[in-house]
C-alpha cells in the first residue's frame, strides 16, 4: 500500500514536523483522487488537471513546500519521451565545457540521468530534500512535471532560476512512450495493446500528461517569460543542431565566444550529444534494472529518428491524432509543423 511505505520514511529518517505534515497530506489527497489505470504502473491520479503517478504526485507536493529555489537553478524540462536524455546531456556539456576535455568526457562514463539529477525522484533522497539541498551551483536538474506544478517562488518574475524544455510530434512521443511503457511493464503482464495506449493517449490518459496541456504551459510560459523558459522543438534539434546549442548556451547566458567557435567546441558537443554518440557509449548499453533502479540505461534509447510514427500508426489513427493535435493548438500560436 502506497501510504505505509510513505509512513515508513518518516519514521526510518525521523523526519521534522514540515515533512510529517507534508507526507501526511500526500496520505490524505491520494484516496480523494481520480484514479485509471497507467501504461506500466498501477495507477496514474488525476491532479490538478494532470494525470501523475504516487511518485510524480509525492515530489510535486515536496517540491511545494520545502524545494528551496536558487538563482543559479536551471530546470531541464519535458514531456516524457520528448528527448529528455539529450537535452540532459546538452544543458550538462554547455554548463561545464570549461571542466572537461572532450577525449575523457562524464558522458562517456555515465548516463546522463547520473549527471542531471530527476527532481522528482531525487527531492526525497533520505525522505526529504537535504540531498538536493547540498548538490552545488549551479544545480541542473531535470523533470516532467507541468510547468503549472511547479511553486511561484520558481515561476514568478522574482525567480532567476531558468527552464530549458522540449516537445515533439506527438505522433512519435506516442509511439516512444508505447516502446518505453511494454519495456518497462512487469513481466507477469501482457504487454499494452497498440491501440488501448492509442485510445488512453487521445483522451490524455498518460503518464503526465493530457500532453498537449502539457506542452501548452511551457509554451504559454515562454512567450510570457523569455528570458526564464526556452522552448524548443526536437524537430527543429534533428535539422540544426548547431543553432540549438547555440541558442540554449545564449540563454543560460554562457555564449560561446569566437575562440571556441573557432576551435570546434559547438560542432563538439553536437557530437557528443548525439543519438548515434549516446547510444553507442558502453555505460548506455547497460540493461540492468533490479528494485532500486528499475528503468536500465539501454531503455533511454531505441531510434531517436523523426517520423518513426509511420511505421506504427495507421492512416486514420494518424489523422485522428493531428486533429486532436489541430483542436488543442488552435490559437495558441503553436504548431508542429
Known amino acids: 500500500m502506497e501510504t505505509s511505505k510513505f509512513f515508513s520514511l518518516v519514521e526510518e529518517f525521523e523526519l521534522d514536523e514540515g515533512y510529517q505534515k507534508t507526507y501526511k497530506s500526500f496520505d490524505e489527497v491520494l484516496p480523494t483522487l481520480f484514479p485509471r489505470k497507467g501504461w506500466w504502473l498501477d495507477q496514474l491520479f488525476?491532479?490538478?488537471?494532470?494525470?501523475?503517478?504516487?511518485?510524480?504526485?509525492?515530489?510535486?507536493?515536496?517540491?511545494?513546500?520545502?524545494?528551496?529555489?536558487?538563482?543559479t537553478d536551471v530546470i531541464v524540462a519535458t514531456s516524457p519521451k520528448c528527448g529528455t536524455t539529450w537535452l540532459r546531456a546538452l544543458v550538462f556539456s554547455i554548463v561545464n565545457r570549461h571542466s572537461f576535455d572532450f577525449s575523457d568526457h562524464p558522458l562517456s562514463k555515465k548516463n546522463p540521468q547520473e549527471l542531471v539529477f530527476f527532481l522528482e525522484g531525487a527531492i526525497y533522497i533520505d525522505g526529504s530534500t537535504s540531498f538536493i539541498d547540498g548538490l552545488p551551483s549551479p544545480r541542473l536538474l531535470s523533470t516532467h512535471l507541468p510547468y503549472s506544478l511547479f511553486p511561484t517562488s520558481m515561476t514568478d518574475d522574482t525567480s532567476e532560476c531558468r527552464f530549458v524544455y522540449i516537445c515533439r510530434d506527438p505522433k512519435d512521443v506516442f509511439i516512444s512512450k508505447w516502446h518505453f511503457a511494454n519495456k518497462l511493464r512487469a513481466k507477469?503482464?501482457?504487454?499494452?495493446?497498440?491501440?488501448e495506449a492509442f485510445d488512453s493517449f487521445c483522451k490524455g490518459v498518460s503518464h503526465y500528461g493530457?500532453?498537449?496541456?502539457?506542452?501548452?504551459?511551457?509554451?504559454?510560459?515562454?512567450?510570457?517569460s523569455p528570458k526564464k523558459v526556452l522552448f524548443l522543438k526536437y524537430e527543429d534539434v534533428k535539422k540544426q543542431p548547431w543553432?540549438?546549442?547555440?541558442?540554449?548556451?545564449?540563454?543560460?547566458?554562457?555564449?560561446?565566444?569566437?575562440?571556441?567557435?573557432?576551435?570546434?567546441?559547438?560542432?563538439?558537443i553536437v557530437k557528443l550529444c548525439s543519438f548515434e554518440n549516446m547510444s553507442n557509449q558502453e555505460v548506455n548499453?547497460?540493461?540492468?534494472?533490479?528494485?532500486e533502479r528499475p528503468i536500465s540505461n539501454s531503455d533511454f534509447f531505441r531510434k531517436g529518428e523523426v517520423g518513426d510514427w509511420v511505421n506504427h500508426l495507421s492512416p486514420q489513427m494518424a489523422e485522428a491524432l493531428d486533429q486532436i493535435t489541430?483542436?488543442?493548438?488552435?490559437?495558441?500560436?503553436?504548431n508542429f509543423r
Not at 507477469?188 to 491501440?195: F, G, T, V, W
Open 326 to 334: 489541430e483542436q488543442k493548438l488552435q490559437a495558441t500560436g503553436f
Open 210 to 224: 493530457p500532453f498537449w496541456d502539457h506542452v501548452l504551459g511551457y509554451w504559454k510560459a515562454s512567450l510570457e
Open 285 to 291: 548499453k547497460n540493461a540492468t534494472r533490479n528494485s
Open 188 to 195: 507477469d503482464l501482457p504487454p499494452i495493446a497498440l491501440e
Open 46 to 71: 488525476h491532479y490538478q488537471g494532470f494525470w501523475l503517478s504516487s511518485f510524480a504526485l509525492r515530489g510535486s507536493m515536496l517540491l511545494n513546500h520545502h524545494f528551496k529555489p536558487r538563482p
Open 243 to 268: 543553432d540549438c546549442v547555440r541558442k540554449v548556451a545564449e540563454f543560460l547566458e554562457v555564449p560561446f565566444s569566437p575562440e571556441e567557435e573557432n576551435k570546434g567546441i559547438v560542432e563538439g
